[in-house]
């Protein structure tokens, strides 16, 4: 589903830049040991590896770094970047993400939105030892999470529904999960938490409507395993509202997927992708293609279809 990794267009504009700056001054010239030079060099080199791991896609850094390391580069890290992007197929290389992101907090937002109201339902999902996803209370269901998101063989141990994650300096509530329903058909898992926590908290009702083209939607999730954040600046693609796609932890095969544009980066699967106009949740957020430009979310009328066949 995600497709080859590109180039960043800044990468491209900083290496241009540097081989202006050769030309200009002449390569002997530019490349001499002066301190001054030798100074500028280092920086410019690390540069270009910060720009290179400002990307939510590690295939992405990787393939970057690769490049300039081929080209010549980043001579001074040459040795240690070949490292890691070749041991165990680059898991070491980090990514981080400096650019501005187009999301808003939730503290922004007046207290009777219909995105607050949502955020109350959405949480961090914390496997210890494993990682971290955003999940959300859904009424008459228990809290979902995508399968992927949990280890292998998970036990109710060790995983945490963490409400209130809005800043960093924020009071949470951390949830132990009590149990675990798998629902491999869609590729989902529901989570059940004690019964006087879930009876007091906030849940999103489910519908299962189906989307219109074009419409405008918006996503409440934790980006990176951070605070809470919204992602509004989005709608359904207007052509292929459900397309059949694969995506991690689904199992063999396409599936429908509901198809759309809000931002997201690590840590959003599991997020709950909501209609603007009249705030039904049209879909769980699972994957996304390393340009940025879909995100793909399985319905909830499909999650609703195999939470039925599964009891």
Do not use: W
């Not at 490049?67 to 240690?80: H, Q, R, V």
């Not at 989570?191 to 299962?208: C, F, I, K, T």
């Not at 999730?221 to 397309?243: A, N």
Request: proline residues 8%; negative net charge; aromatic residues 6%.
């Amino acid at each position: 589903m995600p497709e080859g990794p590109g180039i960043n267009p800044t990468i491209i504009a900083a290496v241009c830049g540097l081989l202006g700056a050769i030309a200009g001054a002449g390569v002997t010239g530019y490349f001499n040991q002066s301190a001054q030079l030798s100074v500028e060099r280092a920086k410019f080199e690390a540069d270009l590896i910060l720009q290179a791991i400002d990307t939510e896609d590690q295939a992405t850094a990787i393939k970057t770094l690769k490049f300039f390391a081929d080209a010549g580069l980043i001579p001074s890290y040459e040795e240690k970047i070949r490292t890691l992007a070749e041991d165990d197929e680059g898991a070491a290389v980090p990514t981080l993400r400096t650019s501005p992101a187009a999301y808003r907090s939730l503290l922004e937002l007046p207290s009777d939105s219909e995105a607050a109201k949502v955020g109350r339902s959405v949480g961090l999902f914390v496997a210890e030892g494993y990682g971290r996803c955003t999940a959300f209370l859904a009424e008459g269901h228990g809290v979902i999470v995508p399968r992927y998101c949990l280890p292998d063989a998970a036990e109710p141990d060790g995983l945490i529904f963490r409400l209130g994650f809005d800043a960093p300096d924020a009071a949470v509530e951390e949830l132990p999960i009590a149990g675990i329903e798998q629902l491999d058909a869609a590729g989902l898992a529901v989570l059940s938490l004690q019964p006087d926590a879930a009876r007091r908290l906030s849940a999103l009702p489910l519908r299962g409507r189906e989307p219109v083209p074009g419409e405008a939607v918006f996503m409440v999730h934790h980006p990176r395993g951070g605070p809470k954040q919204l992602s509004d600046d989005c709608h359904v693609d207007p052509e292929r509202p459900i397309s059949r796609s694969v995506f991690p932890g689904a199992g063999a095969g396409e599936r429908p997927m509901l198809l759309y544009t809000c931002r997201s980066e690590g840590g959003s699967a599991g997020a709950p992708v909501v209609a603007a106009s009249d705030g039904a949740v049209l879909g769980i957020h699972v994957a996304g293609t390393p340009d940025g430009f879909e995100r793909y979310a399985v319905p909830v009328a499909d999650f609703l279809a195999g939470r039925s066949g599964s009891r």
